[in-house]
């Protein structure tokens, strides 16, 4: 029997977004479940989502928890060159280089932002040290900060780091690192490709889970449709009501007219060093993003006399990008447990 005009219209109007929404919270979650809640079979659920995976390049992954992994924290690296050296060759850098969990190429006040994980503060004044020498011809200016707050998203790890833990069984480690590649991967495979039996199999995964490790089964867009990428670093003079201006900043973008606003942003966290902030958007286009980056984060925090710094992202050259499609559900808790807190 042929779906009514209105089961049609939700499929290919709202479905695609409800489906990436429900991804992001639990890959792992069964297409079924969503199917039954909006009353659509299997088969249709199946091929939204196929299309998605196309059209968007989605990646199955997790959200990690890098302290319960044994590594220090994560470090933000901006980095200005005073003659830019071969793309090609940074590429090469960072791929090799495991505690460079994502490296994006970038226009504007930095050339390039890193993200570095798993170095204590001894190793990373050295690394820091012999990356500059080894580009001193190009006069790399390195600035660093230590994030300490994700109130939205956070950025993927590499297998290459996963595998260096101390902490993790080796049992635990080839679990994690198949889940890391493939977080939607069926348990008959991970059985399969682990070695190991699909008890303990189902008991490490809880494990992770309950221990910390893993702190969501996710998915990310590596393929926007939004092709304008951008980063802000944001400095300010923090005062007592700081929280309070993030939680206005976040009821602001998750008003209802501005749902879309939500979800221009893929990364935002608290930071500790050369900025106090940063932001990882993709808008539609300039003109979009100069009412909802820069101008809403200035107007938003001008009681703490905000200094932007902007970049274009241009390329990755390692990892992956930090973006989704649809987290407005996410945000919306993230304001709920904020309003708890104050």
């Known amino acids: 029997m042929p779906a009514s005009k209105k089961t049609q219209e939700f499929v290919e109007k709202e479905l695609p977004y409800k489906l990436l929404m429900y991804l992001y919270d639990d890959s792992r979650a069964p297409l079924k479940a969503l199917g039954r809640e909006f009353n659509i079979s299997y088969h249709t659920v199946s091929e939204v989502l196929k299309k998605l995976e196309e059209k968007y390049v989605l990646s199955y992954t997790l959200d990690l928890n890098e302290q319960a992994l044994g590594f220090t924290e994560g470090r933000i690296i901006a980095i200005k060159f005073g003659n830019m050296p071969n793309v090609e060759a940074l590429k090469e850098r960072f791929k090799k280089d495991i505690f460079v969990q994502c490296a994006y190429l970038g226009s504007g006040d930095f050339d390039l932002l890193l993200y570095v994980v798993g170095l204590t503060n001894k190793d990373f004044n050295f690394w820091q040290y012999k990356f500059r020498v080894d580009f001193s011809e190009y006069k790399p200016n390195l600035r660093f900060a230590t994030i300490t707050f994700y109130p939205i998203g956070a950025f993927p790890l590499r297998n290459e780091l996963i595998a260096e833990s101390t902490i993790l069984s080796d049992n635990e480690k080839k679990v994690l690192l198949l889940l890391n590649e493939d977080s939607r991967i069926k348990l008959s495979e991970l059985v399969k490709k682990s070695k190991l039996t699909q008890m303990r199999v189902i008991y490490i995964m809880k494990k992770l889970k309950e221990k910390g490790v893993i702190k969501r089964y996710t998915t990310l867009v590596q393929q926007p449709d939004k092709r304008l990428l951008a980063a802000y670093a944001i400095s300010d003079t923090p005062g007592k009501w700081h929280k309070k201006l993030l939680l206005n900043f976040l009821e602001e973008i998750t008003r209802e007219d501005l749902h879309e606003a939500s979800n221009d942003y893929g990364l935002m966290c608290d930071t500790n060093g050369f900025c106090?902030?940063?932001?990882?958007?993709?808008?539609?286009?300039?003109?979009?993003?100069?009412?909802?980056?820069?101008?809403?984060?200035?107007?938003?925090?001008?009681?703490?006399?905000?200094?932007?710094?902007?970049?274009?992202?241009?390329?990755?050259?390692?990892?992956?990008?930090?973006?989704?499609?649809?987290?407005?559900?996410?945000?919306?808790?993230?304001?709920?447990?904020?309003?708890?807190?104050?």
């Open 276 to 342: 106090d902030g940063l932001y990882i958007c993709a808008f539609e286009d300039g003109e979009v993003a100069a009412k909802r980056g820069p101008e809403i984060l200035r107007n938003l925090w001008k009681d703490e006399d905000a200094r932007i710094e902007k970049v274009i992202l241009t390329s990755l050259l390692t990892g992956k990008w930090p973006f989704h499609l649809e987290q407005y559900k996410q945000q919306l808790k993230d304001v709920s447990e904020i309003k708890k807190e104050l």
